[in-house]
Nanobody
């Protein structure tokens, strides 16, 4: 199975920074994409940032210029660096992996349990 464990969330003031960490376990699976999504109360889950196997990076509109995604190179850990945080960044942040079981063509999405980020004024 693919297991994702996030950490690093918390309560910060506007303008401060955080680094979220997601540890990836993927025995028997190949991961094609790693990413971060977030979901604020009453809103749909949205893309923050994702990185593909050929190192293409995509950012959601709200993340451009303030968030940076990176990995440890071996794709065992994926990070989200969030700078100049704003109250509207308050949400539960989820780690995502799009992966396929060895020898099978179909891709599936896997999610971590989420980590809360709260940004106060």
């Amino acid at each position: 199975q693919v297991q994702l464990v996030e950490s690093g969330g918390g309560l910060v003031q506007a303008g401060e920074s955080l680094r979220l960490t997601c540890v990836v376990s993927r025995s028997g699976f190949t991961v094609d994409v790693l990413g971060w999504y977030r979901q604020a109360p009453g809103k749909e889950r949205e893309l923050v940032a994702q990185i593909t196997g050929d190192n293409r990076i995509n950012y959601g509109d709200s993340a451009m210029g303030r968030f940076t995604i990176s990995t440890d190179g071996a794709w065992n850990t994926v990070y989200l660096h969030a700078n100049n945080l704003k109250p509207e960044d308050t949400a539960v942040y989820y780690c995502n992996a799009r992966a396929r079981r060895w020898g099978r063509p179909s891709l599936n999405d896997y999610w971590g349990q989420g980590t809360q980020v709260t940004v106060s004024f």
